[in-house]
């Protein structure tokens, strides 16, 4: 699968309301989303069958597009019924499903009012976001140069494609430097997350994480905090500054399709996966399983 590109993959895509095959589901070249980034996605997961909080993630896709200035023509209850009949229809199980909003090409230009808000929603097999080998010793991660920027800024509460600019730019720095990810810190010089993740760390037993003022407060970053709170352990939201991860234990990212990921090192700071990461990686491979009626 992995050499296919990505719009040669088999099966259908709903678009605009409609289940197109999915070498249709096009777009013409004047399209604003694509000139000026006025677009907004969600990154899922179905596990056995069902997609693990899609109505959070749908809801979130409505409030990315709210951020931005725009509506989307689909109600949550529209675009929820629309990811299930489409898992369906692609006859998988256990996949990766990604909504996404954007303004279309009734003109062109910055201002762009009366533009049509279009939907589409694809599904494909996604196994691991990170090698699985890699995955289990922990991930290396470098130190990104471009930081989270300040919310008056970018409208950094909305998951828009504007903002993952700096997120390509900083994994692919990365990855040229043999790092499968890149930590980055936020306009303050505070630890803030990952290219497509949240940041977990552990001292002393307990968890920390940076509070999420200008990133993603991820669906998987808060179901993995009430794991740990059902398990005993302390949480802490607070500023983490850089040089603190020195005294730090474990690390450990989280997010939809990187679920928990151990982390060894981050920069010239070492971490080995331990005790807490392996229980929560466990605990959030049981907690994504699908909830079968008692009667089963
Ligand atoms: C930049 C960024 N931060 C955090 C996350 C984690 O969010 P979630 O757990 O809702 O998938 C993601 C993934 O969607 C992301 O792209």
């Given amino acids: 699968m992995a050499s296919v590109p990505f719009d040669q993959l088999d099966g259908y895509i709903w678009m605009n309301g409609e289940f197109v095959k999915w070498g249709d589901a096009k777009i013409h070249v004047l399209t604003h989303g694509l000139h000026y980034a006025s677009a907004v996605f969600e990154g899922e997961r179905a596990y056995g069958g069902e997609i693990f909080k899609l109505t959070e993630h749908t809801e979130r896709l409505h409030e990315s597009a709210r951020i931005l200035g725009f509506t989307i023509p689909y109600s949550v209850a529209e675009i929820e019924d629309a990811s299930r009949e489409l898992l369906k229809k692609q006859g998988f199980t256990d996949a ?164 928990v990921t151990p982390v060894a090192e981050i920069g010239k700071y070492t971490f080995t996966p331990g005790q807490i990461t392996k229980t929560l990686m466990d605990d959030y491979t049981a907690e994504v399983q699908p909830k079968r009626a008692a009667a089963e």
């Fill in 96 to 259: 990766y499903v990604r909504p996404i909003a954007w303004r279309g090409s009734d003109s062109m230009g910055v201002s762009a009012q009366a533009n049509r808000i279009n939907v589409a929603i694809a599904i494909w097999q996604w196994p691991s976001y990170f090698d699985p080998e890699q995955r289990l010793k922990g991930i290396r991660l470098d130190i990104a140069e471009y930081c989270r920027p300040d919310p008056r800024t970018a409208p950094s509460k909305s998951k828009a494609a504007g903002l993952y600019m700096i997120c390509t730019l900083s994994k692919h720095a990365a990855e040229a430097k043999g790092y499968a990810d890149a930590m980055m810190l936020d306009w303050r010089g505070q630890v803030a997350e990952a290219t497509g993740a949240n940041i977990f760390f552990v001292k002393e037993g307990k968890l920390l994480t940076p509070t999420p003022d200008c990133f993603l407060d991820g669906i998987t970053r808060r179901t993995v905090i009430g794991l740990a709170k059902r398990r005993g352990i302390e949480v802490i939201e607070r500023a983490i500054m850089p040089e603190e991860l020195e005294g730090f234990e474990e690390a450990f990212l989280c997010g939809t399709a990187a679920e």
